[in-house]
């Protein structure tokens, strides 16, 4: 097991510890909406589901997730890099870009 | 195995000290590795489309074996009627504790039994793979959020006299038309509920700090841990109790919900983020998985039932829909259905007290207008119990019930490509299959 693989600056963290569904995965698409291409995005969160559906949701929306989602007990860190745009907002969504 | 990338906040280079304030330093040194099956199984989350046709599959045979169905709100509302009754309230009278036999107290029914063994198989699923902290809710506004939407979803799903289980996940095997119109109206009211908790008063403002913070990446351990021995401990001796108090079928039961439980936990089964996400994201693996679910249950439950089993059939009524609608608004206010709060509770997401607190009030207030405020004559018993195998015959039964599914999964399906439509990928980016 390799112990040090990379160094990665991320260039904004988000706290959603103590959020529960959908929030964790609406506050990040809308974190990086609001960043520059190429910026990277730290996330920390603590609901099991967003362990799964912030990567999917993240790599669906055209970002890249940065190695794997680091479990440190019950707390999740995800390093996205956004690489993604949304286009227009979906007709369901309100207006995600506030 | 191989070990994914893992990292932590780095505590050089220098310029990483004004990381985020209450982060924990490196991963404790106690971590196993994963070299046991048993172990290998709480190390990460299960795929839903195995998980929820495991999970179908064992509701068909729950059925085969108890004659009943894997549900729980019915059980919820008996909960409610024995507070009232330790309040010195006669209940006896009311018309719905007499349709859900309040008898006794939940230690004397089987179906206190069973949701017994679901919090006991998520808990011992929460610690087994170190998910369980007591989390507080990040605002103290979501625990309005959760006694409304847990008030909403009780009151509803009693209406249609089930939840996502018995009106849903295990009432459509039965061919009962009351839960095709509970479903329909569920996807309504979450439609309708996604775009509320999309509001500002919903979302709030997240911690949000600008400072760069420097992570490295490290080999990634096990997450699984001993602690899920202390649930199975707990489970094994109220099984052997009741065994030997005579009481086989309630340590059968409350095993068979333990197994439910684990798979709720480990699938991270959510009904609620099948229906909203639906609507919000376009994400749409839980739905599928869903709907593959109770295609597999569909199949051994109409064995079942030709071989003469009796099928637990509904009025296909305007409460049915209607409740639905409040079910689907309930649960997206809320933030998980009813067996979605269970295993969340024993994760130890305190939010969720008040999603169960809501959802036992609101079951109970359904009781009591039933008949005080004549909803069984205005929305439910007025209307047709209707069994598609009476009305159909088996196969046409099972044509309905399989065409009905497969409409939902190609609605699923369009869904997505809408959403997608949305969004601009670079070429380079791989669209990953969800894990």
Redesign the interface.
Known sequence: ???????????????????????P???T?E?LDRMQTGQVL?V?A????A???IP??V??????VI??P??????I?I?IEK????????P???N?KG | MT????????RE?KAASA??PA??AD??PQEHPVTHPIHALFAR?WRPTPTLVAAGLLAALYYGFTGGLWAVTGEFTRWGGNLLQLCGVDVGSWAYFKAVALKGHPWDRPDGWMIAGMFLGAMTSALAS????F?????HR?WVQGLIGGLLAGFGSRLAMGCNLASFFTGLPQFSLHSWLFIVGTAFGA?IA??L???AWF??A???????????????TS?ASFAGLFGVAVLLALAMLNLYLGHAKFAGVMVAGAAFGVLLQRG?I?F??AL??L?????T?MAKAIILGMAAQTVITAILIARGMTPIIHWASPGALFGGVMFGLGIVIA??CETGWMY?LM???T?FVAVALGNVIGATVLAYGWDHWGLAQTLAVAWPEIDLVKTLGMTGALAATFAFLAACYAFVVFREAR??Q?????AV????S??
């Open positions: 097991m390799t112990m040090i693989e990379e160094t990665v600056r991320a260039d904004a963290s988000i706290d959603l510890r103590g959020e529960v569904c959908p929030h995965v609406m506050l698409l974190q730290l920390v603590d609901c099991p589901p362990l799964r559906s999917f949701e790599v669906r929306h055209g970002h890249r190695g794997e680091i479990c440190d007990g019950p707390d860190r390093l690489t993604g745009e949304r286009v227009a907002d979906f369901c969504c309100c995600a | 070990a994914p990338a893992r990292a932590s906040v780095a280079p990381s985020l982060l924990a991963p404790s989350h170190r998910e369980f902290k989390r507080a809710p990040a605002r979501r439609w996604s775009r908790v999309m509001t979302r709030g997240p911690k949000l700090s600008e400072t760069p913070v420097y992570v490295v990446a490290q080999a990634a997450r991270q959510c609620t983020s909203r996400d609507w919000l994201t376009g994400r693996t933030g998980g969340r994760e130890g997401q939010h959403y997608l949305t969004v601009r990928r670079p980016t791989p669209l990953t969800e894990a």
